[in-house]
């Protein structure tokens, strides 16, 4: 057939999204698949899959925070532990400093992209559901980064030192505007704080979500209310736009 063929499960590894959505997706003609007459299994062409453009990363840092079972996202995306992440951060930063137009607020880029980064790992150290690490990804064209984890989310870690959180939306507004704790690991939370003073004084934005709540956060717009979610998932996503 002119090509090496994969298993669909091999693809969706390569790719970091699930089998589910490799089928829709065959269904759809948004990326087909080879059947073999004998079994009826789907198969790829492993260049087809190497090739295959994401164009999405939100989307696909969407689809595999939602979705049912745990799988790693695309190693090109994934983070398994914090050393991964900070020199995955590191080659962000150097990126970000040869953009002319970037050169007053790309450090604090790189901060609130840390920041959001080391929350997932500090908070879920140890206590991850499922799948451990963080998907991080970004696009310098389109001037986005997008990170996503499939951790516990703010409101199960906010409950240790505030028991009386009565849901998602409420636990995200105090993330972003109450002084917690200064005992670890809950203080890491304050650094959101940072982050929303960074998004507000730069021309930067943020859309972050937790279970069914999200907020965004603009420059120079200093209302901040968590609204509720269609799509309910455990674990943080976040978009930063610059």
């Not at 999204?17 to 003609?29: E, F, H, K, P, Y």
């Not at 200064?182 to 959101?192: I, K, T, Y």
């Not at 200093?222 to 610059?242: E, H, S, T």
């Amino acid at each position: 057939m002119g090509s090496e063929l994969i298993t669909i499960g091999q693809a969706s590894k390569m790719l970091g999204v699930s089998i589910q959505t490799l089928r829709r997706w065959d269904d759809a003609g948004k990326l087909f698949s080879i059947r073999k007459t004998t079994t009826g299994y789907r198969y790829y062409r492993k260049e087809d899959i190497e090739n295959y453009n994401v164009k999405d990363l939100f989307k696909l840092a969407k689809n595999w925070i939602a979705s049912d079972s745990g799988f790693e996202p695309r190693q090109s995306f994934y983070c398994l532990d914090s050393s991964v992440f900070q020199a995955r951060l590191s080659r962000l930063e150097n990126e970000l400093g040869k953009m002319k137009e970037l050169s007053a607020i790309f450090p604090l880029i790189t901060a609130i992209t840390g920041e959001i980064g080391n929350n997932s790992f500090d908070h879920n150290l140890g206590n991850w559901p499922d799948v451990p690490g963080i998907f991080f990804a970004y696009d310098l064209n389109k001037k986005i980064v997008v990170l996503a984890d499939r951790g516990q989310g703010i409101l199960k870690t906010l409950k240790r030192v505030i028991p009386n959180l009565k849901n998602h939306r409420e636990a995200l507004y105090v993330a972003f505007t109450k002084i917690i704790s200064g005992r670890r690991p809950e203080s890491r939370g304050n650094g959101l704080k940072f982050v929303k003073e960074v998004v507000m004084n730069n021309k930067i934005s943020l859309f972050f979500q937790t279970g069914n709540a999200y907020l965004k956060i603009k420059n120079k717009e200093p209302d901040l209310k968590a609204q509720k979610a269609v799509v309910n998932f455990r674990g943080c996503l976040a978009l930063i736009k610059f």
